[in-house]
């Protein structure tokens, strides 16, 4: 087992490596810095002296790749590549394009974005569990067919609707909650209250109808026909059976978004002002922050591949028929 | 007039030249024809088929572009379809108005007759302005304009289905009625007939209802610079619709040659092209769009002169958006592909072909190839809608489309903002919303029809 984890981990490294590189080709090789120090100090009057006092502060000034002018290990440390993108594999971010500390930055917005993710993901968890096992239950009726049929519907609504009709009905005609915003501390729930709403609403259609399948593909399979021969109440049945064998693909999809979940909602976090990651790398975007998107990509990455890890792993946990090799 | 040719119409062409293509293949083929029946034989098909190609005739249109006055650089590239509805793109207000008000939204200081200044409410320069007094006559306007177009609609349709039906009724020696009752409600035969002619028939009259009344009112209200919204949201299907067959479409080549030959060479090249896509598909989407789309900006700064136009700006900026998607998301098609390859290159027909010698690329491209097209066209039909959803969330970063270009994500983008206005702004949002909800019930409801149709282990395409 730790074995195995070990060799995915070392095999992560190539991956994060040609991550590493697309980055560094699109920020630095399709666009010099010159094109960076323009966009960020505008197009009028700006003198040649503006531009490279800007490059030479955010160590932009440097070659690509190989330093003609150092000797020695230096020729290869003092480049753009190494100082901006190869000193990510030990997670020290360095500075924003507008002199903060990404690392801390990171540090202190993970927290909000959890706080929205982590009960969005069990609330939502919950009540597509529970719809889904009684479409199964009621399989082939009106409520199975009627049920999907509103599943696909709301599948089909923007992801935008839902926040904006949210914040408009729950915040704005109801004045149940703050439209936006955030507090420190225990005080922030009444602002988390509306987000993980529309969180948990907007994917009601997609997970009921995805959780719908797996139960009636494991209701058909064979050892439920021979559990229902045996003479087995069909309550039961669902429950002993088939919801425990169905909870193996439903846990490891979770397991896979898991890392990802601290990475925070782009939309949500915007929409609702919630200082959390999602919000910070849209503001990044905004203001065409290079080092932060850049931190992001990484971040993003080893995130992903963590999750892909965890996920074999816990096949491993909850199926005794899965052995890793 | 100059005929002018986007890159994005002609990629649209080429990809409606290979759907026909394929149909004139597929009619002489019975089993490739054999899915299609099990479609046209699902009323939810056939139904959502009639939906979807109303939004892409208008699609179509709106992708034949020239320029009304010669070829100069200044000149404004009209479609087909903006001619058509001359009227509805002419007819700018002031600013916002509501659906079929008279009046602008916002008061201003109008001289009366007599000399005095008074501020309120404005009349509508088209919205209404047949009417006198638009408070009184205004119901019976609506209710005449209805009617008139619905007549319209009614007597078209008889028009169509009467010979129709009269010829039905004597082929089959029953009664005109009966022959009615056969085309539109009673299904006889495998073809879901019915769904098709009642969708159609509800479809024209609607258009017939909308026309009539989009000639006199702007019939979704007016945005903040005075241009109709249901223009707005009739030209944002084209981008739409682009947007979720580009995409997939210009990575399809990659996703495929790379899948299958993973899959089928294993070793090596199994191992690098592996790397590749989880690589890739390791970078979260937004952020590798994000990342694309500043380096574009910055681009088309730094190269202003090579952009002669707004639309073909614009339309580069799409093309671009298409390919950025595309790279996102192709890694699961790949996937899907190499799995498959993996399953069928162990199949007896394909060891057969290799005893007798045939070679790599030939068992690949008969017969590997089109026993993983089935694959490709299940998943360019169900990332459709996903991707017509995502356009409107980029839009929301903005990193979506171009800012200028129609798009039902820009439409929600600048329109939310006006939600806090007191009385509030809605009907950009609604039309948006309503219009994108339409097609991607259609085409989510059409993908599972088609997902079924394909799904050997279902086994029903097989009739």
Redesign the interface.
Same mark, same amino acid.
Do not use: C, E
């Given at each position: 087992m730790m074995a195995y984890i070990v060799r995915r981990a070392l095999y992560a490294i190539? *991956?994060l490596i040609? !991550?590493n590189i697309?980055?560094f080709v699109?920020?630095f090789v399709? #666009?010099s810095p010159d094109?960076?120090a323009?966009?960020h100090l505008g197009?009028k009057h700006v003198t040649p002296e503006a531009i490279s006092a800007w490059k030479h502060e955010h160590g932009y000034d440097k070659p690509l790749l190989f330093n003609a002018r150092r000797d020695g290990i230096e020729a290869l440390t003092d480049t753009i590549f190494f100082r901006n993108s190869a000193r990510l594999f030990a997670f020290d971010f360095g500075l924003s394009d507008s002199g903060r500390d990404i690392g801390h930055d990171i540090a202190q917005r993970m927290w909000p974005s959890l706080a929205i993710a982590v009960p969005t993901l069990l609330v939502g968890l919950a009540i597509n569990i529970t719809l889904a096992l009684m479409l199964a239950l009621f399989r082939a009726t009106y409520l199975d067919f009627w049920g999907v049929v509103i599943a !696909?519907?709301m599948?089909?609504?923007?992801?935008?609707?839902y926040i904006?009709g949210g914040?408009?009905l729950l915040g704005?005609l109801l004045h149940l909650v703050p439209i936006s915003g955030y507090d420190t501390g225990a005080a922030a729930w009444k602002f988390l209250v509306l987000p993980v709403i529309v969180g948990v609403i907007s994917g009601i259609g997609s997970g009921v109808r995805w959780y719908r399948t797996l139960f009636l593909e494991e209701i058909g399979k064979d050892y439920v026909r021979t559990a229902r021969a045996k003479g087995l109440g069909e309550m039961r049945l669902m429950f002993a059976h088939v919801l425990r064998n169905a909870l193996i693909p439903i846990l490891t999809g979770v397991v896979v978004i898991l890392p990802?979940l601290f990475?925070g909602s782009?939309?949500v976090e915007?929409f609702f002002g919630i200082p959390g990651l999602g919000s910070y790398? *849209?503001d990044a975007? #905004?203001r065409?922050d290079?080092a932060i998107?850049?931190s992001? !990509?990484f971040l993003?990455?080893v995130m992903?591949?963590l999750g892909l890890i965890l996920t074999d792993v816990s096949y491993t946990l909850v199926d005794p028929r899965v052995r890793l090799s | 007039m100059t005929p002018v040719l986007l890159w994005t119409d002609l990629l649209l062409f080429v990809l409606l030249g290979g759907i026909a293509l394929f149909v004139w293949h597929a009619r002489r083929h019975d089993h490739l024809r054999r899915p299609w029946r099990y479609v046209a034989g699902s009323r939810v098909g056939m139904a959502t088929a009639v939906i979807l190609s109303a939004y892409v005739v208008i699609g179509v249109l709106d992708s034949l572009h020239f320029q009304p006055h010669g070829g100069k650089a200044s000149d404004d590239v009209l479609s087909l379809f903006d001619w058509l509805v001359g009227d509805l793109r002419e007819h700018q207000e002031k600013t916002y108005s509501a659906p079929f008000s008279a009046w602008l939204y916002a008061k201003e200081s109008i001289e009366q007759p007599d000399g005095t200044i008074v501020r309120a409410y404005p009349r509508l320069r088209w919205g209404g302005a047949a009417l006198r007094d638009p408070r009184r006559e205004r119901g019976a306007d609506i209710a005449r304009r209805v009617g008139l177009g619905a007549g319209a609609a009614l007597l078209l349709l008889a028009a169509l289905y009467l010979p129709l039906a009269w010829r039905i009724a004597r082929r089959d020696g029953v009664s005109l009625g009966a022959a009615l009752h056969g085309l539109f409600i009673r299904r006889r035969g495998r073809v879901a007939w019915p769904a098709f002619h009642l969708t159609m028939a509800v479809l024209v009259v609607s258009a017939g209802v909308l026309i009539a009344l989009a000639a006199g009112y702007h019939v979704f209200g007016t945005d903040k610079v005075g241009e109709d919204v249901f223009y707005q949201a009739l030209k944002s299907i084209r981008t739409g619709l682009l947007i979720g067959t580009l995409t997939t479409l210009v990575m399809l080549p990659a996703a495929l040659l790379l899948g299958i030959l993973a899959g089928y060479y294993r070793g090596w090249i199994d191992d690098l092209i592996q790397y590749l896509y989880t690589t890739l598909s390791s970078i979260p989407g937004v952020l590798l769009i994000a990342a694309a789309i500043l380096m574009l900006q910055v681009y088309m700064a730094e190269h202003a002169a090579e952009f002669d136009s707004l639309a073909r700006r614009a339309d580069l900026r799409l093309l671009f958006l298409c390919v950025i998607l595309g790279i996102t998301s192709w890694t699961t098609l790949c996937r899907l592909l190499r799995g498959e390859t993996l399953k069928l290159r162990e199949l007896e027909y394909v060891q057969a072909a290799r005893a007798f010698g045939v070679r790599g690329p030939a068992i690949l491209s008969r017969h590997i190839l089109p026993n993983v097209m089935h694959i490709v066209l299940i998943s360019i039909v169900l990332d459709f809608s996903g991707l017509v959803l995502a356009e409107a969330v980029l839009a929301y970063v903005n990193i979506g489309v171009d800012p200028t270009m129609n798009s039902w994500g820009n439409m929600i983008n600048s329109a939310r903002l006006e939600l806090a206005r007191e009385p509030i702004v809605w009907w950009s949002l609604a039309a948006a919303f309503v219009f994108m909800f339409v097609l991607v019930l259609a085409a989510n409801l059409f993908a599972d029809v088609v997902r079924d149709a394909f799904d050997p282990r279902l086994g029903r395409g097989r009739g």
């Open positions: 190539p *991956i040609g !991550v697309i980055t699109l920020f399709l #666009n094109d960076m323009r966009l197009t !696909v519907a599948m089909s609504i923007s992801s935008l609707f904006i914040q408009f704005k990802l990475m782009l939309l915007s790398t *849209i975007i #905004n065409q290079f998107v850049r992001m !990509v993003g990455s992903y591949i | -």
